[in-house]
């Protein structure tokens, strides 16, 4: 991995569903020749300048993810969701449990790879004026989202495991912005989406 400056900020990505529509576990399939939608989604905030980034796999993922010894830096952990079934609320919580510091946090689903430095970017720019920034396309919201420093310390005292994301994230003040990127409104959730877009 490049030497990176640092931003104040860092990333989670959110792996832990079974996928079982897929058939296999999302973050190892092949992004390209070389790398896997984890690896996309590592390098990419890596090469930001995440301080922190933060892996939330259930346990079958964790055993093969510690099995293909994928290419990472030394600043991501694994965390291990032992309730994959209590949705993504509970792994957000979780993620940001783990982290050393509370500052603003990129949030993305491995179900999206598509992850580029351009949006990024973008979201970082409005980070001190909301709660919760998400990229959009023609007003449609995509991801990642970002989260504020004040959510992510609400995410970690937060008493209840079991809420809906949108209900939690309701409260605070949102942002929609507009990005040139159709590619933030895709999830890659079965096989049949995954021959669509990657021709492997």
Aim: proline content about 4%; glycine content about 4%.
């Amino acid at each position: 991995m490049q030497v990176v400056t640092q931003k104040n900020i860092s990333a989670i990505i959110l792996s832990a569903g079974k996928s079982e529509r897929m058939g296999v576990p999302k973050f190892s399939l092949r992004f390209n020749t070389e790398t896997t939608f984890l690896e996309k989604l590592i390098d990419e905030y890596h090469s930001f300048g995440c301080n922190e980034i933060i892996v939330v796999l259930n346990e079958t993922s964790a055993v093969l993810y510690h099995q293909l010894k994928l290419s990472v830096p030394s600043n991501l952990r694994v965390v291990i969701n032992h309730h994959p079934e209590w949705e993504r609320f509970y792994s957000l919580k979780l993620a940001a449990l783990a982290l050393n510091e509370v500052k603003p946090v990129f949030v993305s689903n491995i179900d999206n790879p598509f992850l580029n430095q351009e949006t990024l970017d973008i979201l970082f720019k409005e980070v001190d004026n909301f709660d919760y920034i998400s990229p959009s396309f023609k007003g449609k919201g995509g991801h990642p989202f970002l989260l504020s420093a004040k959510v992510i310390n609400e995410l970690k005292t937060e008493k209840q495991d079991q809420i809906h994301l949108k209900e939690f994230l309701g409260k605070y003040s949102k942002k929609l912005e507009e990005v040139n990127d159709e590619k933030i409104l895709l999830n890659i959730n079965t096989m049949e989406d995954y021959s669509r877009f990657f021709n492997l």
